[in-house]
Every structure is written in C-alpha cells, then in structure tokens.
C-alpha cells in the first residue's frame, strides 16, 4: 500500500539554524499538508498546499515557516530560524481529490538545542 | 514554569471484548469526521470516516457513529484484539478549508 515517506527521523539542530523537513506524498495525491504535535499535547495543523500555493495556514505557520514543492514528488518545510519551542513531532500528510481522507507519515522528531 | 501535558483518557479491554472510544467535537459546522490510530513512534492511521449527512458507517471490525445533536462522535471496535492498542484520534474538518482539528486521543490497552 503507498504510503508517505518522512525523512529524517529525527533532526537535531541548534537554535537560529535553518531546518528542512522531507516528505514524498503518495503520488497522486493533490493535496499536502503538515501538522506538528507538542510532546503531551495535540496535533496541530500548520498549513494546507494545493495547485503549487498554500491554500490555508495556521496562525503557527509564521514568516519564518515556508513550504514548497520542489518536483513532482517531495514536499518540503523549511524552518528559517528554529526556537527552542519548535521542537516537536512534524507530520506530512497528502490526500487525493475527492474528499477522501489525509494520509499521514511517520513524521519527524524535530528538536531544537 | 512547568509544562502540563494533555492527561489522555485510557480505556483497558479484554482481549475479544467490544471496545467504545468517544470523542466529543467543538465546531457545529463540521462536516466530516475522521478516527485515526497512532501507534508509538509512528504516524496517525487512518482508520475510518464519516460525512455530516451520515449518522452511521461501518468498516471492517470497526463503527463510527456521529451525533450531530450533541456533537458526539463514537469509534466501536469489534472483538478487540492486542494488535489495537494505541493512541486513538477523533479529528473534525469544517464545511471550508482542508484542515484537520485533532481531539486529545484516547489511549486503547487490550489485555490478553
């Protein structure tokens, strides 16, 4: 069964770096998106991507978040210059059109030194 | 000052037993529902989904009822077996826009 694929695992950076996060969504989806979850607490919607645009975002998702879609396959968040409470679980997900559900990867453990 | 993480409910099941998880959502203008299963270390699993003009859907093994009267959405699964405990989501979507608003969880222990 396809599936999206996170990579890394997990990223270790230290504050005021730059931070990109890969997601491959599955391949005829049409529409991206990434959530983050806060040890112990909710997950949380960043931002929907459709039609190479964002369609809907968090108030989270500020200037110092960006996505992109570089090629037909990855989907990308890039953090410009992470804070200690950025560090959580990122999740990628993607649907396809339709209404159908949104798939999830296994995400990224994203933690800030 | 201190951190207060989410206190997720738990629910402990037999093995074979029926398991109920609920989920009470916040928007009356949601017009579909998903339940999602999250095992440690990985993603959330889509498990099933219901549209507001449904107040019933069955997949394999597993129910999903909604009550739009008092925003309650319920997740049934049948003869529950070790392989379901997890951390189990109720998530809602609003009639515009795509995204998904996640419910605390609630933790599934099956005991063998």
């Known amino acids: 069964e396809p599936e999206v694929t996170q990579t890394p695992s997990h990223q270790v950076t230290q504050m005021g770096q730059e931070v990109i996060l890969r997601c491959v969504p599955i391949?005829?989806?049409?529409?991206f998106y990434w959530y983050r979850q806060i040890l112990g607490q909710k997950v949380e919607f960043l931002v929907s991507?459709?039609?190479?645009?964002?369609?809907?975002k968090s108030e989270i998702f500020d200037d110092q978040f960006s996505v992109e879609r570089p090629d037909g396959s990855n989907f990308t968040l890039k953090i410009r210059s992470t804070k200690l409470e950025d560090s959580a679980m990122y999740f990628c997900a993607s649907r396809a059109g339709g209404g159908r559900p949104q798939h999830f990867g296994d995400g990224t453990r994203l933690s800030i030194l | 000052g201190e951190s207060v993480g989410l206190h997720l409910p738990t629910l402990s099941v037999q093995e074979g037993d029926n398991s109920i998880i609920n989920c009470a959502y916040s928007?009356?203008?949601?017009?579909?529902f998903i339940w999602y299963k999250q095992e440690s270390g990985k993603g959330p699993q889509f498990i099933i989904d219901i549209r507001s003009n449904m107040d019933k859907r069955q997949g394999q093994r597993v129910t999903v009822l909604l009550n739009k009267t008092v925003k309650h959405l319920s997740l049934q699964i049948a003869a529950t077996q070790p392989g379901d405990s997890a951390v189990y989501f109720c998530a809602e979507k609003g009639l515009y826009g795509n995204k998904l608003v996640f419910g605390a969880g609630t933790i599934l222990r099956v005991k063998s």
């Open positions: 928007n009356s203008a949601s017009d579909y």
């Open positions: 391949s005829n989806h049409l529409y």
């Open positions: 991507f459709y039609n190479n645009e964002i369609s809907e």
